[in-house]
């Protein structure tokens, strides 16, 4: 089966869908009547949809928590599982994140990477093969999530309200080539407390993502402190202050990342709380400093928490705050770790209440999911592999583990699936997200080859 030539001829409108989908901030907001997740990703769900429509396909949406885009018959089905939502944009970018601009190669937006250029890629690889009436056995179904990014209520409602058919096979392109066999489980939780000072303070927007800044306003009279501090940090890049009605503002630029990949970040909410420690602070300032100085400090694996693991075939637990504000009296952290596949989440959860215990902090979790592992032997993970293989010529990179979590584990028989590759910047929940048009091709190539295996 060669499409080359066919291939070549989408490449221009394939950016141009993405950029569109793009354009369309999707991060979840307020719900609304017939918005579970607020208007964004439901505007990007209807997007989607609309696309899938154009290109000929059959469409059903789920009251905008999830839809279907779906080609071909058969008794059997082909999944791909992926999303439309997106984290926050953050601070840092030297383009528009709404903007989906296509500049120097590439296209630049929130999105262009998680998940909805990996989509578009797959839509577009469903036509090819639709247009040119290669034979398949299978049908192929996309399924778009609208609340991967927080807490996927959305393929809870899929898959316990709807109650729809589930694919034989299937994948979710919402991660890396080659392939991921096994993700980590996932613990994301809360920690707050009571706040009876006028505590302000903030940083990060999601439980996944690294905080790339954290600011706090802190007295006039610190100054001095704070100069000092700065001074003798060896950080004192990440940090600035300016004077703002008589009051200090003190932000911290870190650098962000995704919560599966902790090292390729910089925590600028755990930073500043260092920062802080080192100063002549007091009252509840002081506690939640060192509650967090205590607890989690710049250490990225659970460490002070008491909660390290490690094993060979599911990696190293990660812990990662991503967010922290006041509102209406409480402190609130957030929390995410990823834990390795052979350590029960529930063991984890336990050991975390343990360690609060006398703290005067409220643990609540937000979302939990097990760990998955596809054995690497296994038809579904040999077809894939060696659809990526064919394409790209790559025999020696091999399947792994990874912390990410996604879709891929809330059905049976399937598996994460691109679509970074392994020499492309992973720049997922940062600043200046973008895809590179070279890149692109390769997706393409290989989701039409991966698909057609899959299907035939």
Request: proline share 5%.
């Amino acid at each position: 089966m060669d499409l080359t030539k066919e291939m070549q001829s989408v490449m221009e409108p394939l950016a141009k869908d993405i950029s569109a989908l793009c354009q369309i901030n999707s991060v979840e907001g307020e719900a609304k009547p017939g918005m579970p997740f607020g208007e964004g990703p439901a505007r990007a769900l209807q997007a989607a949809l609309e696309l899938g429509e154009k290109m000929g396909f059959r469409t059903e949406n789920f009251d905008n928590y999830v839809g279907h885009i779906e080609m071909g018959e058969g008794e059997e089905m082909v999944g791909i599982l992926g999303h439309v939502d997106v984290v926050p944009a953050g601070d840092g970018w030297d383009f528009d994140p709404w903007g989906g601009e296509i500049a120097d190669g590439k296209i630049f937006g929130r999105g262009t990477l998680d998940d909805k250029g990996p989509l578009v890629t797959c839509l577009y690889a469903m036509k090819l093969l639709k247009d040119a009436g290669i034979p398949l056995k299978r049908r192929i179904r996309v399924i778009l999530g609208t609340n991967e990014e927080t807490n996927w209520a959305c393929m809870d409602y899929y898959l316990h309200q709807v109650k729809p058919e589930l694919p034989t096979v299937a994948f979710s392109p919402d991660a890396e080539f080659p392939l991921t066999y096994a993700e980590m489980g996932m613990l994301q939780y809360t920690l707050t407390r009571p706040v009876t000072e006028h505590l302000r303070i903030q940083g990060g927007g999601a439980f996944n993502s690294v905080p790339s800044s954290a600011e706090i306003v802190l007295p006039a009279a610190l100054e001095d402190a704070l100069k000092a501090a700065i001074a003798e940090s060896e950080n004192s890049a990440m940090f600035a202050y300016e004077m703002e009605n008589g009051e200090l503002k003190l932000t911290a630029k870190g650098v962000g990342a995704h919560a599966a990949h902790l090292e390729e970040g910089v925590n600028a909410v755990s930073y500043l709380m260092e920062l802080l420690s080192r100063m002549p602070i007091s009252g509840e300032l002081k506690e939640v400093v060192t509650f967090y100085q205590q607890h989690f400090g710049t250490c990225l694996f659970g460490e002070k928490m008491g909660i390290a693991e490690e094993d060979e075939d599911g990696g190293r637990l990660t812990l990662n705050i991503g967010k922290v504000f006041v509102k209406d009296g409480m402190l609130t952290f957030w929390c995410d770790s990823r834990i390795p596949v052979r350590t029960p989440v529930q063991k984890i959860e336990e050991k975390v209440q343990e360690k609060l215990q006398g703290t005067g902090y409220t643990f609540a979790v937000a979302s939990k999911e097990n760990s998955l592992y596809v054995p690497k032997d296994s038809k579904l993970v040999s077809t894939l592999m060696e659809a990526y293989r064919t394409v790209t010529g790559d025999r020696e990179s091999q399947p792994m583990y990874s912390g990410g979590a996604t879709y891929s584990r809330t059905i049976d028989n399937c598996v994460a699936f691109g679509c970074l590759l392994p020499d492309q910047i992973n720049t997922m929940h940062q600043a200046n997200e973008c895809l590179e048009l070279k890149h692109l091709e390769i997706w393409l190539q290989i989701m039409v080859e991966a698909i057609y295996q899959l299907a035939k």
